[in-house]
């Protein structure tokens, strides 16, 4: 088992940054990807980020150019600069972890932007 603990979320103007944290502890295990996903009531959780140990970076469209993940793999911890935030950023944001034996989630981190 992966245990991942975010911090970061929280309450913000549109147009203001936030920064994302997540660490990984636990396991043995190796985390071939780190990533960040959304999700709002009624909507499905999406991709928002991920990044490999490899350093390969995926966003999904709706964040291109203003967010950036990063990893720092000694410390087992990934994050996720958010610039120019919109009030349709505003979701539970979760961290996940992604090994050969299967992926673990974080309890999830509340982003609320304001208009």
């Known amino acids: 088992q992966v245990l991942l603990v975010e911090s970061g979320g929280g309450l913000v103007q549109a147009g203001e940054s936030l920064t994302l944290s997540c660490a990984a502890s636990?396991?043995?295990?190796?985390?071939?990807?780190m990533a960040w996903h959304r999700q709002v009531p009624g909507k499905q959780r999406e991709m928002v980020a991920s990044?490999?140990?490899?350093?390969?970076?995926t966003y999904a469209d709706s964040v291109k150019g203003r967010f950036t993940i990063s990893r720092d793999m000694a410390k087992n911890t990934v994050y996720l600069q958010m610039n120019d935030l919109k009030p349709e950023d505003t979701a539970v944001y979760y961290c996940?972890?992604?090994?050969?034996?299967?992926?673990?989630w974080g309890q999830g981190t509340q982003v609320t932007v304001s208009s």
């Open positions: 636990g396991s043995d295990l190796w985390i071939n990807v």
């Open positions: 996940n972890a992604r090994t050969s034996r299967g992926s673990a």
């Open positions: 990044i490999t140990s490899g350093g390969s970076r």
